[in-house]
């Protein structure tokens, strides 16, 4: 069974920082991409970063590039979301996920399988 557990969130100030981590069991296939999203109120959930496991490829959403960095710690079977120079519109829901093996590169949210239960980000001004 996929489990995902989400941790790291707070409330900090812009500018701030905070690292998320997601630990990960249940599966052993590499052929395999973790993911973060966020969903604040109101608003569609979108994605952040995502990475393949083993470290390859990550890739980011425009709205974060060079703010965040997404890594991965295989013998920890955790993925990490540093969180830099952070800002009010970044408050959201943030929620870890794994694809199918094989699935396509992206962030489309379709593509992922398995969700963790997520945690809260919020950035003051």
């Known amino acids: 069974q996929v489990q995902l557990v989400e941790s790291g969130g707070g409330s900090v100030q812009a500018g701030g920082s905070l690292r998320l981590s997601c630990v990960a069991s249940?599966?052993?296939?590499?052929?395999?991409?973790m993911g973060w999203f966020r969903q604040a109120p109101g608003k569609e959930r979108e994605g952040v970063a995502t990475?393949?496991?083993?470290?390859?490829?990550?890739y980011y959403a425009d709205s974060v590039k060079g703010r965040f960095t997404i890594s991965q710690d295989n013998a920890k079977n955790t993925v990490y979301l540093q969180m830099n120079s952070l800002k009010p519109e970044d408050s959201a829901m943030y929620y870890c996920?794994?694809?199918?093996?094989?699935?396509?590169?992206?962030?489309?949210?379709?593509?992922?399988?398995?969700w963790g239960q997520g945690t809260q980000v919020t950035v003051s001004s």
């Open positions: 996920a794994v694809t199918a093996p094989g699935a396509p590169p992206g962030l489309e949210s379709a593509d992922f399988r398995y």
């Open positions: 249940g599966f052993t296939d590499r052929r395999r991409r």
């Open positions: 990475i393949y496991i083993g470290g390859a490829m990550p």
